[in-house]
């Protein structure tokens, strides 16, 4: 069983950063793919960025070019590093890992931008 604990989130100004961070319990970090996804009120989650167990990252069209995912496997911890934010951007962000057969998700952690 993982257990996913998130941290980071607050509250900024529009074009500030934040940087989440995602602590996996278990042994076996390096064998799942990572990813934050994202849940604003009302509406279904979104993936954000992922990043494989081999380092492979994607992101969404919408945070391209301000967000970095990353993976610190000695760590067991994934990171986001959310630049030039924006009020869209607003939201509680969860981790998740996978792989095949399990999918586990961390209790999220607000993200607010507003002047």
């Known amino acids: 069983q993982v257990q996913l604990v998130e941290s980071g989130g607050g509250w900024v100004q529009p074009g500030g950063s934040l940087r989440l961070a995602c602590v996996a319990s278990?042994?076996?970090?390096?064998?799942?793919?990572m990813s934050w996804y994202r849940q604003i009120s009302g509406n279904r989650r979104t993936s954000v960025a992922g990043?494989?167990?081999?380092?492979?990252?994607n992101y969404a069209d919408s945070v391209k070019g301000r967000f970095i995912i990353s993976r610190d496997n000695a760590k067991n911890t994934v990171y986001l590093e959310m630049n030039d934010l924006k009020p869209e951007d607003s939201a509680v962000y969860y981790c998740n890992a996978r792989r095949i057969g399990f999918e586990h998700w961390g209790q999220g952690t607000l993200v607010t931008v507003s002047a």
């Open positions: 990043i494989s167990k081999t380092g492979t990252t």
């Open positions: 278990g042994s076996d970090f390096s064998s799942y793919g």
